[in-house]
Nanobody
């Protein structure tokens, strides 16, 4: 079965850290651009960070700049999102999405991505 699987979510206090993983199953991520998308409770999904297939291009949303870092390890077929200095507004479900072709971190492009994971819940609360 071809799919993306997210992991690493959980409950963390404000100021804490989490590392999310997005692993591909059944296919190689080498040629796929990957985006991390955040859906806060009651809000629409929005991209927080993307990385191109080569790793040479990275986009980071202003709301998480300086706190979140995206990276990829193609040998492990996995993309990571390191989340530091977490805030309550970072709470929500985090999805990863994979697509080929033209690289863009826009919500429109990610919405049409070939593969989406099931999401992992992140809760930032004291």
């Amino acid at each position: 079965q071809l799919q993306l699987v997210e992991s690493g979510g959980g409950l963390v206090q404000p100021g804490g850290s989490l590392r999310l993983s997005c692993a591909a199953s059944g296919f190689t991520l080498d040629y796929y651009h990957i985006g991390w998308i955040h859906q806060a409770p009651g809000k629409e999904r929005e991209a927080v960070s993307c990385i191109s297939s080569s790793g040479g291009r990275i986009n980071v949303a202003d709301s998480v700049k300086g706190r979140f870092t995206i990276s990829r390890d193609n040998a492990k077929n996995t993309v990571y999102l390191q989340m530091n200095s977490l805030k309550p507004e970072d709470t929500g479900i985090y999805y990863c999405a994979g697509y080929m072709g033209y690289y863009s971190c826009s919500d429109n492009v990610l919405r049409r991505a070939s593969y989406w994971g099931q999401g992992t819940q992140v809760t930032v609360s004291s």
